[in-house]
């Protein structure tokens, strides 16, 4: 189980403990998180209805992969949520540490993707001339990103294969190409509260760099980006921006 906060007696406090890292089978025949039940303790529904965020990061045994969790409440309907975390073009316009992403044409990525990359600076140029905006966003489809990273590591840029389950509110993605040694994730979204007009939302990723970042360093940075993401996501919701992606 993961313990997310701690009481102040010391006991653990049981809070979204069955959202797991465990995959099942998914979207298309391939592999996303099983669905998994959420269950709030009354102090943590509180923390979270009062707009708390609560972060957890662990390294998983035996890798130098890191799970990172991040979980709030957005005061909007679930639909509306969807709708923003739908808006891919959009991204670099709220997500934060992300200048660039786009949708990429899945026949010129396939036939692009089995090329050596040696300078991604480069590709990312090559990528970009692919671009889409006209896709099924409910159909797997590819999602280039580039992410500011702070020193001493550098930015990364990586390709995420991109599964949406809309009768679920469920999106899973995992980096078939980047510069990252590990790279997937998924948003959940639930409904929240006693009119059910609120969103719980759940954000998972797993990472690893591929390369020598000190440990405090590496959970400082997560730390900092966790809960960015959602306050991101509720600012994304108020300002109507996306009210119009389908």
């Known amino acids: 189980m993961n313990r997310f906060v701690r009481g102040r007696s010391g006991r653990i406090v049981l809070g979204c403990l069955l959202v797991s890292g465990i995959y099942g089978s998914g979207i298309g025949g391939e592999e996303r998180p099983a669905s998994p039940r959420i269950d709030l303790d009354r102090r943590l529904e509180e923390r979270l209805g009062g707009g708390e965020i609560i972060a957890l990061i662990e390294r998983l045994e035996g890798s130098k992969t890191r799970r990172c969790r991040a979980v709030g409440v957005i005061q909007a309907p679930i639909h509306k949520v969807w709708h923003v975390l739908g808006d891919y073009e959009g991204y670099p316009e709220f997500m934060p540490d992300t200048p660039v992403a786009f949708v990429l044409d899945p026949a010129a990525f396939e036939a692009l993707r089995s090329l050596p ?41 990586f390709v995420v294969r991109v599964l949406r389950n809309p009768s679920t509110y469920e999106i899973y993605w995992h980096q078939v190409l980047g510069d990252l040694k590990e790279n997937r994730g998924f948003w959940q979204l639930y409904r929240f509260g006693s009119g059910q007009g609120d969103t719980l939302a759940v954000y998972t990723i797993y990472t690893d760099p591929g390369v020598f970042v000190p440990a405090f360093f590496l959970k400082l940075a997560l730390r900092g980006s966790l809960p960015g993401v959602i306050k991101a996501v509720r600012r994304r919701v108020g300002s109507g921006a996306a009210s119009e992606i389908r």
């Open 117 to 157: 990359v040696e300078n991604w600076k480069q590709f990312e140029k090559t990528l970009v001339r692919h671009r889409i905006t006209d896709y099924d966003r409910d159909a797997p489809f590819y999602f280039f990103t580039r992410v500011n990273v702070p020193w001493p590591m550098k930015d990364r840029r």
